[in-house]
């Protein structure tokens, strides 16, 4: 294991620590949320990040078709994969904010609503490149399938401007409409759980190439 | 001195992460009928297909008719004639509505569509059947309207790949008799598994074996070996 | 008309002729439509609410397109005809464009019998403000054939084609789906032109964006 992603995996663990301690006991109770506030930390951030990871696939396939290079399709396809766990999370805690604070879990509103087809979206993805056998051609073809779904990232990132949500708006364009502890607090899980994000693509990247160079070895057998 | 029409410099592509072609250099002079042999996942058709412009290489340089496939594909596609196994007819259409729709995907004139069309039906001898729907027709018939399809735009490099798999001695004939008239004014590089067939019309051959390129030359030292 | 656009037409011309010749695949389409409207009015029972029910109908028309548009690429690909638009002379875009009004055009068939049967049936009527009612039905029909279309291109090299297809056609149309059946409700439920207006802008933007993604990538559907 070389230095640099030793560091990586420390400040990763160091940082995570940080923000949990932030979330519970150093953020103070807001005023009209009270403890709820608690759940935005675990909310905000994971949907973030999962829009990063949905914005790395769309790099990662915009490379593979420009170089050819099948590490850039392997690091598409893995980021879908963390993508879908970020966004899962941003639903569950969505869920448990909107159950306590209106008592009903889902809502059918427009945001959950197009985060909910993101991940179907996306969980599509990985459906359709397990049913196509030719490597090469996985690669392509999911590539072209992970740039023409982007615009779903963009769907759910804007329904709150298009519809008049129950959603609240967080991240306003005159910076963050909260208290100072709960902006840092905000920060400090958005950092952590995108060096999370970056911990587990690494990790799922080096299994991902590991798998495929055994598939090469033992193709280049027959 | 005579061009080449094709000419292929370490040309590597591979396939996920296979080598389909390993770093292959050749050329082939303007005229002529070139054959191509090589066993199965020899690397034939993944050469075919580069050439006619619709894979991309991964290393090394190729120029058709001396356009690099990548940069000029339009303008060279419009000069490449294209037979494959399977007839690239549509079913529902009658032959000469599949001649047309090809025309004018080749930008043709009307008046220049049916002109050709004209002349090439009766080449090849599908004249009465012009306005029957392909789907009726006979394998032979098809392939002869497939043919003419490929010579819509009238080309000056035909890629040929498996053109005779199916058909019969007839169509074969008419076929093998239109290259034969154009030995000299047209580039053919034609692929085949039939060996014997190939070393009767080819003036020279070029082997593949294993993405490598095993043997050039005139035909007449061509040992019907891979 | 540029070349392309010369090639785009020519393709979908000979889409239509092929498909006037045959007819079977515009005729289940309408046959499916108007058994999805008989096993809604079974779910609701009559009891349904015209906004409601304008909405239905283009989930209807939503689930006809999952297998209406499939074989647009899908049966070119299994007769390998394909093979022949890839290497000739016009760019990737204008086969895609082509195949996405031959998408439109069978799709509008089928509106054109559908709508006013599900008016009928279902009680509603988008008589109240029709330019803006056609326009939508316009733009929508359009806007999911070109969804459709690129889903049948992705779909040509997958294994079990049938399940693939709505994996593929989903993710994408949805988000039109969404706005549609919004648009259509504020439509029969009458006032408010404004929201109707916004709502348009975002469904003529994705459907712009759409098919100008799926027209920049679908060469490499063509070539490796």
Request: charged share 15%; glycine share 8%.
């Amino acid at each position: 294991m070389n230095i640099l992603r030793m560091v990586l995996y420390l400040v990763t663990a160091v940082i995570t620590f940080v923000y949990v301690w932030m979330t519970w006991l150093f953020a103070p109770p807001e005023a009209t949320l009270g403890e709820l506030i608690r759940i935005l930390f675990q909310h905000t951030s994971p949907a973030l990040v999962a829009y990063l990871a949905f914005g790395t696939t769309l790099v990662g396939s915009v490379l593979y078709i420009w170089k050819q290079d099948l590490k850039f399709d392997v690091i598409g396809a893995a980021s879908i994969k963390i993508g879908l766990l970020f966004t899962k999370i941003t639903l569950i805690s969505g869920m448990i904010w909107a159950n306590a604070y209106w008592g009903v879990a889902w809502n059918w509103d427009p945001r959950e609503t197009t985060t909910l087809v993101l991940w179907i979206a996306y969980a599509c993805i990985l459906g359709y490149r397990a049913s196509v056998n030719d490597r090469d051609v996985r690669a392509q073809f999911g590539s072209i399938f992970g740039i023409i779904s982007f615009p779903a990232v963009f769907l759910s990132y804007i329904s709150i401007h298009i519809w008049n949500t129950l959603h609240p708006i967080v991240i306003t364009p005159g910076g963050l409409n909260m208290g100072v502890e709960h902006g840092m607090t905000l920060m400090m899980s958005l950092i952590a759980i995108g060096l999370v994000y970056a911990v587990l693509l690494d990790l799922t990247y080096r299994i991902d190439s590991a798998s495929e160079r055994l598939m090469e070895i033992r193709m280049s057998r027959s | 001195m005579p061009l080449n029409a094709v000419e292929v410099n370490d040309l590597t592509r591979r396939y996920g992460y296979r080598t389909a072609l390993r770093k292959i250099s050749f050329s082939l002079e303007e005229g002529g009928i070139h054959g191509l042999f090589g066993a199965n996942g020899a690397g034939k058709t993944t050469l075919m297909r580069i050439l006619s412009t619709i894979l991309r290489p991964h290393k090394g340089e190729v120029r058709v008719l001396g356009l690099d496939p990548e940069e000029d594909t339009l303008e060279l596609r419009a000069r490449l004639g294209i037979v494959g196994d399977k007839p690239l007819l549509y079913a529902e259409l009658t032959g000469r509505e599949n001649l047309r729709f090809y025309g004018r995907l080749y930008g043709m004139e009307k008046e220049s569509i049916e002109k050709r069309i004209e002349d090439l039906s009766q080449r090849f001898d599908v004249f009465e059947w012009l306005d029957e729907p392909t789907k009726i027709l006979s394998t032979g018939l098809r392939k002869r309207f497939d043919v003419a399809r490929s010579l819509i735009h009238d080309p000056e490099l035909y890629l040929l790949d498996e053109p005779f798999s199916g058909l019969d001695q007839d169509s074969s004939a008419v076929f093998l008799e239109y290259l034969d008239d154009h030995r000299n004014d047209r580039t053919v590089l034609l692929t085949t598994h039939n060996l014997a067939l190939g070393a009767r019309i080819c003036d020279d051959y070029l082997t593949l074996k294993k993405g490598e390129v095993t043997g050039q030359g005139p035909i007449s030292e061509f040992e019907g070996k891979l | 008309m540029s070349s392309g656009a010369r090639a785009a037409a020519a393709i979908a011309r000979k889409d239509i002729v092929s498909q006037a010749r045959k007819r079977f695949e515009v005729f289940s389409m309408f046959l499916f439509a108007l058994i999805s409207v008989l096993a809604f009015s079974f779910a609701v029972a009559g009891q349904v609410e015209a906004d409601t029910a304008s909405a239905l109908v283009w989930v209807i028309i939503f689930l006809t397109g999952m297998f209406g548009f499939a074989p647009v690429f899908i049966s070119e690909a299994e007769t390998g005809t394909l093979r022949g638009l890839s290497v000739a002379p016009v760019p990737s875009w204008s086969v895609y464009i082509g195949k996405v009004v031959y998408g439109f055009v069978i799709m509008g068939i089928v509106e054109v019998f559908l709508i006013p049967i599900c008016m009928a049936m279902l009680n509603f009527s988008f008589t109240a403000d029709p330019t803006f009612v056609l326009f939508t039905f316009a733009i929508g029909t359009l806007d999911l054939a070109a969804v459709g279309a690129m889903a049948s291109a992705l779909t040509m090299p997958a294994e079990s084609k049938s399940t693939v297809y709505p994996l593929v056609y989903f993710p994408t149309a949805t988000s039109a789906l969404i706005l549609l059946v919004e648009i259509t409700r504020i439509l029969v439920s009458g006032p408010g032109l404004i929201p109707v207006a916004l709502l348009l802008q975002f469904l003529v933007a994705h459907l712009l964006a759409m098919t100008s993604l799926s027209g920049a990538v679908f060469h490499f559907t063509l070539t490796g």
